[in-house]
């Protein structure tokens, strides 16, 4: 069984930072590309950032130079480094976990997702 499980969202203040957390399970974790979406209310879920198997990274306009993401593969767990924040930041944020071994199968797992809102 696949799960994904978020942690680390919080209530913060503009300017401030937080670290999330996604522990997998019940996948080969180095072999997936895994990528942080956002959903704030009302907004379609947008991606955030992702980072690859093999290492490559690529992120969202808007949080380019405050949002960092790594992953340890020891642990089976991707980071979403988040620093000065916004209120616009403000979204349930969501691990996802892309596998896609040929070119008629992929796996593509999510997790429930971790709220972080900013605000004074």
């Known amino acids: 069984q696949v799960q994904l499980v978020e942690s680390g969202g919080d209530l913060v203040q503009p300017g401030g930072s937080l670290r999330l957390s996604c522990a997998a399970s019940g996948i080969i974790f180095s072999m997936y590309d895994m990528a942080w979406y956002r959903q704030a209310p009302g907004k379609q879920r947008e991606l955030v950032a992702n980072?690859?198997?093999?290492?490559?990274?690529n992120y969202v306009d808007s949080v380019k130079g405050r949002f960092t993401i790594s992953r340890d593969n020891a642990k089976n767990t991707v980071y979403l480094q988040v620093n000065s924040l916004k209120p616009e930041d403000t979204a349930v944020y969501y691990c996802?976990?892309?596998?896609?071994?040929?070119?008629?199968?992929?796996?593509?797992?999510w997790g429930q997702g971790t709220q972080v809102a900013v605000a004074s």
């Open positions: 996802n976990a892309y596998f896609k071994p040929g070119y008629d199968k992929a796996y593509n797992y």
């Open positions: 980072l690859t198997s093999g290492g490559s990274t």
